[in-house]
């Protein structure tokens, strides 16, 4: 049972969250992919690529300013992956697995909401504030220490269609939050009609960098196990804006 006594409300965890990466003016790193799938390397390897085994790996520069900056280069031409208010460009040339031009977003990644429930390039929350304006939500459970688990549930009123935000009876989500650090431990995705798990996404190994706490592994549980890493980062170092250009 939920403890009632001193319980937060998920607007002063999402204060926390704020208050926590309100501290980043611009973070620079590397940006490590591992997907173990057989069928995801086969796929790889019938584009050009040539990966033995079943793990696919890796390692990119990465670079985030708020609120919505950020920069992907991999280790392949052309070196730009941008995403600016939320939208993803890439440029087209060799060795690029879509074939898409500067001017033109890549569809998927253009939902309002998709890096706030798949922070997997590690956005650090730009769009908190959709968990109460789009979601109904309430804290849920209190599993430990400090920790706090938020439940969100789409909004029936949302204006936008189901493309732009969660449909509701669709899916609701559960966020793991740590109240001290102000931050998203863990994000969970399950089915509102038969209570199935759709996705987990499990942030870890948190750093304490410039009195920011900075989450430096991700990893995503869908069909798959996926893992996103940060290393090397450097924070708050006058990144200019025409970084994120083109």
């Known amino acids: 049972k939920l403890q009632q006594l001193g319980t937060p409300t998920v607007q002063q965890l999402l204060d926390n969250v704020k208050a926590n990466y309100g501290k980043i003016t611009d973070l620079k790193a590397d940006y490590t992919v ?70 033109t977003p890549v569809g998927a990644s253009s939902q309002p909401w998709y890096t706030l429930l798949n922070p997997d390039r590690f956005d650090f929350y730009w769009r908190l504030d959709e968990i109460i304006t789009k979601f109904d939500s309430r804290v849920i459970s209190h599993p430990t220490t400090d920790v706090w688990v938020i439940e969100a549930v789409p909004k029936a009123g949302n204006p936008e269609d189901e493309y732009n935000y969660p449909a509701p009876g669709w899916l609701r989500y559960e966020f793991t939050t740590d109240f001290n650090k102000g931050v998203f431990t863990k994000i969970i995705a399950i089915g509102i009609e038969d209570d199935s798990v759709s996705s987990i996404r499990e942030l870890s190994n948190f750093e304490l960098i410039n009195n920011t706490w900075i989450p430096t592994k991700l990893v995503k549980t869908v069909e798959e196990t996926e893992e996103y890493t940060l290393s090397n980062i450097q924070l708050n170092t006058s990144i200019p804006d025409s970084e994120f250009e083109f």
Do not use: C, H
Not at 74 to 92: F, G, H, L, Q
Not at 96 to 102: E, I, N, P, Q
């Open 34 to 103: 591992k997907i173990q799938s057989a069928e995801f390397v086969n796929w790889l390897n019938n584009l050009g690529r040539n990966i033995t085994g079943d793990l696919f790996i890796q390692k990119n520069e990465y670079y985030f300013k708020p609120p919505d900056k950020i920069k992907i280069v991999p280790p392949y031409e052309p070196k730009t992956i941008i995403t600016k208010n939320n939208i993803e460009y890439r440029r087209m040339g060799t060795g690029m697995l879509f074939v898409v031009t500067k001017d």
